[in-house]
Nanobody
């Protein structure tokens, strides 16, 4: 069982930055692929970014590529999402997710691949 707790959300103006953090409980963090998803009001949950177990492979949605950076610190059981040049359309609840996978050097980009989810953190970008 893995518990995920996100933090770092808030209200910012367009063009500014935020860094989200997600801390995982347990001693098996390195055996999980990690990902970030988001859900805006009235919309379906969508993929934002994912990272492999070691952190060596990453993937981004086209809408955030070049602006967001995912990283992980396995010693701290934490995955981060650095969000730069934020836009009003980035406004959403952001969720951290964990996929217990034996696969090395790969990422998971579909929500159905993830087993564990955090409670979400609100990000609001004003214009």
């Amino acid at each position: 069982q893995v518990q995920l707790v996100e933090s770092g959300g808030g209200l910012v103006q367009a063009g500014h930055s935020l860094r989200l953090s997600c801390v995982a409980s347990g001693r098996t963090f390195t055996t999980h692929r990690m990902g970030w998803f988001r859900q805006a009001p009235g919309k379906e949950r969508e993929f934002v970014s994912a990272i492999s177990r070691s952190g060596g492979v990453t993937n981004y949605a086209d809408s955030v590529n070049g602006r967001f950076t995912i990283s992980r610190d396995n010693a701290k059981n934490t995955v981060y999402l650095q969000m730069n040049s934020l836009k009003p359309e980035d406004t959403a609840v952001y969720y951290c997710a964990a996929d217990p996978s034996a696969l090395l050097g790969s990422v998971a980009t579909r929500a159905a691949q993830y087993v564990y989810w955090g409670q979400g953190t609100q990000v609001t970008v004003s214009s």
